[in-house]
């Protein structure tokens, strides 16, 4: 094979390589994540389990393990898929680099049967000497002189391909190695995914035949949510009233200053509607714009913390719940930090702990459990900066943080906002 087209195919495999490389280093760094998750909610449940007394909780845990167990078992998918692609291309590669060996030492053998026969000095001369003129002579020289680099050629061609040959074979015997390891633990996870199901099941039915309690729990539990999500509704329709307020003024000011100078009344701006009005200035649509250009790198509302309830819809005992956040669980006395610069909208208390909402343009951050807040209405925070204490959940005796994520009216699921902690 010409010099040329082996540089190019090993470019090529070089190239491939790295590029599944960047993705299965992506996969595992997942699934290490998730098994971090999985260790400190597993913690989390047998603790809570050891209380005799079954409670939602328990389920809730049960669900985010579950969640997050089915979560690792398709990225170990997704790494057997890539695994397998590369070892059927580093299998094509073996097949490929050891052709090309064969086919190089052939080339060499002819090469140096052809030397052997000819290494006689007087062959040599007589090759030159029978040369018709003296320009075919020197034609016969340089040729002689090349064939003598191009076998030095082949010879590095063949060491270099017998290196290369070697990588390969130990990259296909890791790539081997690493799936038998992956389909172990994935084995593993399924069994453990198995037995959190029955677990389930067996909390479901203790729930049931509690179901006085398991509906008090629940009604609580929809409550409080209903009352966070009808706090921060009304911080997000007050933000808009004062921001039409504050254009209505504008044009009430520019209107009168027209007619003090006998200027030319300018067409009065239409009413705005909606959730426009909060990115009606240049500043709030920057705010908005930086806010949402932060999306999957904004930090935790807590230094350390794992998330026990995650956002969405999900059926207890028949009842439809609907979390509008996510339930943090970190160190006591832990801060509570805002996410993002911003201006504080509302600091109330609820059901004895205290709410903190932060507007950031037409996005609002809500902060809630919160056993003290240090920050009040209208003052501008900046990024981390404490805004009060974690406080600690009644029901599981955890510090806890309930935090939520808003655009407009619209709650969305912070997980796709935060950065992987």
């Given at each position: 094979m010409p010099f040329k087209k082996i540089v190019l195919l090993l470019f090529f495999v070089v190239f491939a390589i790295h590029g599944f490389s960047q993705s299965s280093a992506e996969l595992k760094r997942?699934?290490?994540?998730?098994?971090?998750?999985?260790?400190?909610?597993?913690?989390?449940?047998?603790r809570i389990s050891r209380d005799k007394r079954t409670s939602l909780k328990q389920l809730s845990l049960l669900k985010a393990q579950i969640d997050l167990r089915e979560e690792k078992i398709k990225t170990a998918n997704s790494e057997i898929r890539?695994?397998?692609?590369?070892?059927?291309?580093?299998?094509?590669?073996?097949?490929?680099?050891?052709s090309q060996l064969d086919q190089l030492k052939k080339e060499y053998a002819a090469m140096v049967l052809f030397a052997f026969r000819n290494q006689s000095s007087y062959n040599k001369l007589m090759f030159i000497f029978a040369a018709n003129n003296f320009n075919q002579a020197y034609?016969?020289?340089k040729y002689m002189q090349q064939f003598g680099d191009y076998r030095q050629r082949q010879a590095n061609y063949i060491q270099g391909t017998q290196k290369e040959l070697h990588v390969k074979i130990v990259e296909l015997d890791h790539n081997k190695q690493e799936k038998h390891s992956i389909l172990l633990d994935q084995e593993k996870e399924k069994e453990k995914l198995g037995k959190q199901k029955e677990n389930e099941a067996q909390v479901v039915n203790t729930l049931s035949k509690q179901e006085k309690l398991t509906k008090s729990q629940i009604g609580k539990q929809k409550k409080l949510l209903a009352q966070i999500s009808r706090s921060i509704s009304a911080a997000i329709r007050r933000e808009i009233e004062?921001?039409?307020?504050?254009?209505?003024?504008?044009?009430?000011?520019?209107?009168?200053?027209?007619?003090?100078?006998?200027?030319?009344?300018?067409?009065?701006?239409?009413?705005?509607?909606?959730?426009d009005a909060l990115s009606a200035t240049p500043e709030a649509a920057k705010m908005s714009n930086d806010f949402l250009g932060n999306r999957g790198r904004l930090p935790w509302p807590v230094a350390n913390g794992a998330i026990v309830a995650r956002f969405g819809i999900t059926f207890i005992q028949g009842i439809k719940t609907?979390?509008?956040?996510?339930?943090?669980?970190?160190?006591?006395?832990?801060?509570?930090?805002?996410?993002?610069?911003?201006?504080?909208?509302?600091?109330?208390?609820?059901?004895?702990?205290?709410?903190?909402?932060?507007?950031?343009?037409?996005?609002?951050?809500?902060?809630?459990?919160?056993?003290?807040?240090?920050v009040s209405k209208g003052q501008k925070v900046s990024l981390k900066q404490s805004i009060g204490a974690a406080g600690v959940d009644p029901e599981s005796g955890d510090t806890q943080v309930h935090f939520e994520l808003w655009k407009g009216f619209t709650p969305q699921n912070p997980q796709s906002w935060i950065a992987e902690n």
């Open positions: 997942r699934r290490d994540k998730i098994t971090n998750e999985l260790d400190k909610l597993n913690d989390e449940y047998d890539l695994l397998d692609h590369q070892i059927s291309d580093n299998s094509n590669n073996v097949r490929s680099l050891q034609k016969r020289l004062e921001e039409r307020r504050k254009a209505a003024e504008e044009a009430r000011i520019a209107a009168a200053k027209a007619r003090a100078e006998n200027k030319p009344t300018a067409a009065a701006k239409p009413v705005l509607k909606g959730t609907d979390n509008t956040g996510v339930d943090i669980k970190t160190n006591p006395g832990a801060s509570v930090r805002s996410v993002f610069s911003g201006e504080v909208s509302k600091v109330e208390n609820v059901d004895g702990s205290y709410l903190v909402v932060i507007r950031h343009g037409e996005y609002f951050t809500a902060y809630m459990n919160l056993r003290s807040a240090s």
